[in-house]
C-alpha cells in the first residue's frame, strides 16, 4: 500500500501532530511519501497557461509539479492537511493546487483519480476549519475522487501543542485514529466508488468537450478526452 501526504506547511505543530496520529497505524505496513509545502513546491502559478496548451512538462516548476503528481497518481490513499489562514488554506497549498488545474475534469483529468481514497485534516484557532478543508476539496472531487473524508477541529484560546488541555488533545488524537483505522480495513486492490455527483460532472463536461471538439478538432483536451475513450464508451471510473 502506498500513501502520499501533501503538509500545506512545514511547521511541525497542531495539524502535524494530527496527521502523524493518522499515519500510526499504517507505519509498518505502508509506503509513505511526504511534501511539505512551501519547501516542495515553492513557485506559484504564473498563468503561463503551458499545461493546458502543452503538457505540465513546460511549467516553469516542472520538477516540483511532477514529482508530486507521480507520487499522487501512485498512491493507494491520499492524505492533505492545513491549519487555516484566515478561513482559508495556506497559500502553499493553494499555490500547488493551482499547479494542477489541468487536472481538473473540464480539461485533462487523470483516469486514476476516480477510484482513488482522500482524506483531509484541518484545524483553526477561532474559526474556518470548514472553509478550510473546502478549499481543498473542492480540487479533489473535480479531480474525480469521490471518496473523501475530513477531520476539521476548532481551538480555542491557544494553538500550540503543547499548551492544549490534555483532554483536548485526546479528543482530537482518537477522532483521526479512529478514522484512520477504518482507512486500515479498506480492501485497496478495489477502487473507491464513484459517486453520482462526480459523475454529473463528468457528463456535463463530455458534453462541453464533443462540443468543442467539433469547433476546433486540434483542442488538447478534447484530443485527450477522444484518446480515452471518453467520448464514446469508456469511463474513468471502469
Given at each position: 500500500?502506498?500513501?502520499?501526504?501533501?503538509?500545506?506547511?512545514?511547521?511541525?505543530?497542531?495539524?502535524?501532530?494530527?496527521?502523524?496520529?493518522?499515519?500510526?497505524?499504517?507505519?509498518?505496513?505502508?509506503?509513505?511519501?511526504?511534501?511539505?509545502?512551501?519547501?516542495?513546491?515553492?513557485?506559484?502559478?504564473?498563468?503561463?497557461?503551458?499545461?493546458?496548451?502543452?503538457?505540465?512538462?513546460?511549467?516553469?516548476?516542472?520538477?516540483?509539479?511532477?514529482?508530486?503528481?507521480?507520487?499522487?497518481?501512485?498512491?493507494?490513499?491520499?492524505?492533505?492537511?492545513?491549519?487555516?489562514?484566515?478561513?482559508?488554506?495556506?497559500?502553499?497549498?493553494?499555490?500547488?493546487?493551482?499547479?494542477?488545474?489541468?487536472?481538473?475534469?473540464p480539461h485533462r483529468p487523470a483516469k486514476?483519480?476516480?477510484?482513488?481514497?482522500?482524506?483531509?485534516?484541518?484545524?483553526?484557532?477561532?474559526?474556518?476549519?470548514?472553509?478550510?478543508?473546502?478549499?481543498?476539496?473542492?480540487?479533489?472531487?473535480?479531480?474525480?475522487?469521490?471518496?473523501?473524508?475530513?477531520?476539521?477541529?476548532?481551538?480555542?484560546?491557544?494553538?500550540?501543542?503543547?499548551?492544549?488541555?490534555?483532554?483536548?488533545?485526546?479528543?482530537?488524537?482518537?477522532?483521526?485514529?479512529?478514522?484512520?483505522?477504518?482507512?486500515?480495513?479498506?480492501?485497496?486492490?478495489?477502487?473507491?466508488?464513484?459517486?453520482?455527483?462526480?459523475?454529473?460532472?463528468?457528463?456535463?463536461?463530455?458534453?462541453?468537450?464533443?462540443?468543442?471538439?467539433?469547433?476546433?478538432?486540434?483542442?488538447?483536451?478534447?484530443?485527450?478526452?477522444?484518446?480515452?475513450?471518453?467520448?464514446?464508451?469508456?469511463?474513468?471510473?471502469?
Amino acid at each position: 500500500m502506498k500513501i502520499t501526504v501533501i503538509n500545506g506547511t512545514e511547521k511541525h505543530g497542531v495539524t502535524y501532530r494530527l496527521k502523524e496520529a493518522f499515519l500510526e497505524p499504517f507505519r509498518n505496513t505502508a509506503e509513505i511519501t511526504e511534501f511539505y509545502l512551501p519547501k516542495d513546491c515553492p513557485g506559484f502559478c504564473a498563468g503561463c497557461t503551458a499545461c493546458f496548451r502543452k503538457s505540465p512538462e513546460f511549467c516553469k516548476d516542472a520538477k516540483y509539479v511532477m514529482a508530486i503528481e507521480k507520487a499522487l497518481l501512485e498512491a493507494d490513499l491520499l492524505v492533505f492537511t492545513s491549519p487555516a489562514y484566515v478561513f482559508h488554506t495556506t497559500g502553499a497549498m493553494k499555490a500547488m493546487l493551482d499547479h494542477f488545474g489541468y487536472r481538473w475534469m473540464p480539461h485533462r483529468p487523470a483516469k486514476e483519480m476516480f477510484g482513488k481514497r482522500a482524506v483531509i485534516i484541518t484545524q483553526c484557532l477561532g474559526s474556518g476549519e470548514r472553509s478550510t478543508a473546502k478549499d481543498i476539496k473542492d480540487s479533489l472531487s473535480w479531480w474525480g475522487i469521490s471518496y473523501i473524508r475530513q477531520r476539521s477541529f476548532k481551538l480555542m484560546g491557544d494553538i500550540d501543542w503543547d499548551k492544549l488541555s490534555g483532554k483536548k488533545r485526546t479528543q482530537m488524537i482518537n477522532s483521526v485514529t479512529s478514522m484512520a483505522r477504518k482507512f486500515a480495513t479498506i480492501d485497496y486492490s478495489k477502487p473507491a466508488h464513484t459517486n453520482l455527483m462526480t459523475k454529473a460532472k463528468f457528463y456535463t463536461v463530455r458534453i462541453l468537450q464533443t462540443r468543442l471538439g467539433k469547433e476546433n478538432p486540434e483542442y488538447t483536451d478534447f484530443n485527450y478526452w477522444k484518446a480515452n475513450g471518453w467520448l464514446g464508451k469508456a469511463r474513468p471510473w471502469k
